[in-house]
């Protein structure tokens, strides 16, 4: 049996959005969900048939949409939890009071920058390089820096071979972070998209697993432990969270997890908005790429799975200028002697900034999702 794209299956979602539940029905990523359509179709088999036909595949088979749907729902997050949990840490989530980060209310700080390798790709390394079969060749990525260290770890840690492709804007750190783990690291091109082209030439020539840094059902899964977690450790529950999106993996994931119970806030630095700019196009789209959070949220295009998701569980994408991202650092630092990078701290830049106000009583979390940051730079965030 086939699904054919007139089927309800592949409707468009009801027009109009709404803030809360209404009677008609649930509110999801800034969408009305008709109770009725979302009882015969889930999600994830809604999302997978949209995946398919943007690939331009006009049908699809029972098992493929399955297949798809499974790994698109909370579920697959469980099922990366339960299998990553021996090798990663579950990264403490703190209660501080806000007002020295731009709420009147207290907020909630997941401290995923205290996981393996310095930030939240460990997670999604490790499902991957797990629930997959890794051919005799290893894995290739390419990555900003975090990404190529996370696999490049999760290699080591499962004895794999690794071949990292990083852009010439990465940070030393981040790429002597790389080498430590024993991965071969090649360092070209300017920014991520070109890193890229040379792993998957690189994967096509030797046989090794591709490891993406966002746009692969295995990834997003892995990151959505993040989401799972906060929401068990966070004491006084959560209304909204505000994620850090470069290539959207991670902001995909944790969507993914909540399924519109929380909203779900993506924070962009304005010189890299790959995933505001695929939300307002109704697709993705090229966008440059100029921010100092530019080697851990510099892609420049989000995925057609990475939009997807977002488009339908996601509830608004916000820009922050530079200079609120270097203030973020600065709070964290004067305030709790937390060393965030630029992409880590960009979550909180959108209390700073104001480009999130929350409603009086609305429980925030704010994920500071990476810390690879140098001595260097970490003495100039001093007054």
């Given at each position: 049996m086939q699904h054919e794209f007139s089927s309800a299956a592949a409707a468009e979602w009801p027009p109009g959005t709404a803030e809360r539940a209404g009677e008609e029905g649930d509110f999801f990523g800034g969408r009305l969900l008709r109770r009725d359509f979302a009882s015969r179709h889930g999600l994830g088999e809604v999302v997978a048939i949209r995946y398919a036909r943007a690939a331009r595949t006009e049908t699809c088979r029972d098992e493929e949409v399955s297949n798809m749907a499974e790994a698109l729902s909370p579920s697959a997050v469980e099922a990366a939890l339960a299998r990553i949990r021996p090798h990663v840490r579950r990264t403490p989530v703190m209660a501080v009071e806000g007002a020295a980060f731009g709420s009147a209310e207290p907020v909630s700080l997941k401290l995923e920058l205290l996981q393996h390798t310095g930030s939240f790709k460990t997670r999604g390394a490790f499902n991957?390089?797990?629930?997959?079969?890794?051919?005799?060749?290893?894995?290739?990525?390419?990555?900003?820096?975090?990404?190529?260290?996370?696999?490049?770890?999760?290699?080591?840690?499962?004895?794999?071979?690794?071949?990292?492709?990083?852009?010439?804007?990465?940070?030393?750190?981040?790429?002597?972070?790389?080498r430590a783990y024993g991965a071969d690291v090649v360092v070209a091109g300017e920014r991520y998209a070109d890193a890229a082209v040379l792993s998957e030439a690189f994967a096509q020539e030797s046989g090794a697993l591709v490891v993406h840094p966002y746009d692969s059902p295995y990834t997003i899964a892995g990151q959505g432990t993040v989401g799972l977690e906060w929401e068990e450790d966070a004491p006084d529950g959560l209304d909204t969270v505000l994620v850090a999106a470069g290539g959207g993996g991670l902001v995909a994931g944790i969507a993914l997890w909540f399924a519109g119970r929380v909203k779900v806030v993506a924070v962009e630095p304005r010189g890299s908005c790959a995933l505001h700019a695929a939300l307002a196009a109704g697709r993705p789209v090229d966008v440059e790429v100029e921010s100092i959070a530019v080697d851990s949220l510099g892609a420049k295009r989000v995925g057609d799975l990475v939009h997807m998701i977002a488009a339908e569980l996601v509830a608004q994408a916000v820009l922050v200028p530079d200079s609120a991202i270097v203030e973020a650092q600065r709070r964290l630092w004067e305030s709790l002697r937390i060393a965030a990078e630029p992409g880590g701290a960009t979550a909180l830049a959108a209390l700073l900034a104001g480009a999130y106000r929350p409603r009086p009583g609305e429980r925030v979390g704010v994920l500071v999702c990476g810390g690879n940051l140098d001595l260097a730079a970490l003495a100039a965030l001093a007054p």
């Open positions: 991957n390089l797990i629930a997959r079969a890794v051919p005799a060749a290893g894995v290739t990525a390419a990555s900003g820096g975090n990404h190529g260290a996370a696999v490049a770890y999760a290699a080591a840690c499962l004895g794999h071979r690794a071949r990292i492709f990083v852009p010439t804007v990465s940070s030393p750190v981040k790429i002597d972070r790389i």
